[in-house]
T-cell receptor
Framework: QKEVEQDPGPLSVPEGAIVSLNCTYS??????FMWYRQYSRKGPELLMY????GNKEDGRFTAQVDKSSKYISLFIRDSQPSDSATYLC??????????FGTGTSLTVIP | EAQVTQNPRYLITVTGKKLTVTCSQN?????MSWYRQDPGLGLRQIYY???????DKGDVPEGYKVSRKEKRNFPLILESPSPNQTSLYFC???????????FGPGTRLTVL
């Protein structure tokens, strides 16, 4: 079983839709939970990170962590064509080792 | 501009021909890492370094070497590349107590 599972998609939505991206994990020691965005032919860039269970909002993006279910989500409101990218979830353990999901490819259609 | 740079960006080589991919960061970060990204497998860590002269294996270190002689540079060395090392490689850096990793633009390597 992989440490982090992520549905690869691809996901295609119309502009303005609400997008939900999800990951599950197996290691209860994971402390930090992150979402990276990767545009084609670019390196990943950090979008959001959270430390504890609950929600964290940043503009149109909301990151949600449920440690009891070992489940994290990223919601994108009012999605835009510029949001089209691959979204990677990532987690780190107390030893600062990082574990990445395989990424979900998102296309927002104008 | 704060950044991680990698060279070359694209490389096609043949089996057994030694190569080095350079990585440099200008943010004075302590931590540097190398990842490979493959379809369906995501990002997997090859090696990481917590500071100068300190390196350790990640999840997939076989066939790779690294060195950290200076804080800003972390080259990845493939002494005898094989076709299964064909992949997209990313270098990343971060400060010691922070989780935000800054990634380079990637190096697409093809080993024939």
């Amino acid at each position: 079983q992989k440490e982090v599972e992520q549905d690869p998609g691809p996901l295609s939505v119309p502009e303005g839709a609400i997008v939900s991206l999800n990951c599950t994990y197996s290691n209860s020691a994971f402390q930090y939970f992150m979402w990276y965005r990767q545009y084609s032919r670019k390196g990943p860039e950090l979008l959001m990170y959270t430390y504890s269970s609950g929600n964290k909002e940043d503009g149109r993006f909301t990151a949600q962590v449920d440690k009891s279910s070992k489940y994290i989500s990223l919601f994108i409101r009012d999605s835009q064509p510029s949001d089209s990218a691959t979204y990677l979830c990532a987690m780190s353990d107390p030893g600062n080792q990082f574990y990445f999901g395989t990424g979900t490819s998102l296309t927002v259609i104008p | 501009e704060a950044q991680v740079t990698q060279n070359p960006r694209y490389l096609i080589t043949v089996t057994g021909k030694k190569l080095t991919v350079t990585c440099s960061q200008n943010m004075n970060h302590e931590y540097m890492s190398w990842y490979r990204q493959d379809p369906g497998l995501g990002l997997r860590q090859i090696y990481y370094s917590m500071n100068v002269e300190v390196t350790d294996k990640g999840d997939v270190p076989e066939g790779y070497k690294v060195s950290r002689k200076e804080k800003r540079n972390f080259p990845l060395i493939l002494e005898s590349p094989s076709p299964n090392q064909t992949s997209l490689y990313f270098c990343a850096s971060r400060r010691a107590s922070y989780n935000e990793q800054f990634f380079g633009p990637g190096t697409r390597l093809t080993v024939l």
